[in-house]
C-alpha cells in the first residue's frame, strides 16, 4: 500500500555535512506527520526530528542548530539536512510517517528500512 525509501546515507568525517531523503509512494493515501528517528548502536530509538503537515517542526535538543527537516508535499517526501556531524551521530536513521489510508479513520505508523550513517573521528 505504502513505501517509504529512504536514501543519503553513508560515511563522513566529523565536521561534514549529508543529507537524508524519504520518498513516500503508494495510492490512495494521505500523509499527516513525517520525521526521522534513529538508532544508535546499544540505545534505544529515538526522535530525531518531525514535520507536520502545517509545516511545524521539532528537533531533539542534541541536534538543534545543526540538523534541519524538511518537506516537500507534493512529492510526499522529507529530507534531513545534517550539518557539523559528529561520531555521536552515528547511528541507523528511519524514516517514519503517518499516514491515514483514505479508505480508513484511523492513522498508521509507517517506517523505512533504515539508512546508516556514519561519523568518523
Known amino acids: 500500500q505504502v513505501q517509504l525509501v529512504e536514501s543519503g546515507g553513508g560515511l563522513v568525517q566529523a565536521g561534514g555535512s549529508l543529507r537524508l531523503s524519504c520518498a513516500a509512494s503508494g495510492r490512495d493515501f494521505s500523509i499527516n506527520a513525517m520525521g526521522w528517528y534513529r538508532q544508535a548502536p546499544g540505545k534505544q530509538r529515538e526522535l530525531v526530528a518531525v514535520v507536520t503537515s502545517d509545516g511545524s517542526t521539532n528537533y531533539a535538543d542534541s541536534v538543534k542548530g545543526r540538523f534541519t527537516i524538511s518537506r516537500d508535499n507534493a512529492k510526499n517526501t522529507v529530507y534531513l539536512q545534517m550539518n557539523s556531524l559528529k561520531p555521536e551521530d552515528t547511528a541507523v536513521y528511519y524514516c517514519?510517517?503517518?499516514?491515514?489510508?483514505?479508505?480508513?479513520?484511523?492513522?498508521?505508523?509507517?517506517w523505512g528500512q533504515g539508512t546508516q550513517v556514519t561519523v568518523s573521528s
Open positions: 517514519n510517517a503517518k499516514i491515514k489510508p483514505r479508505s480508513s479513520r484511523v492513522l498508521y505508523l509507517y
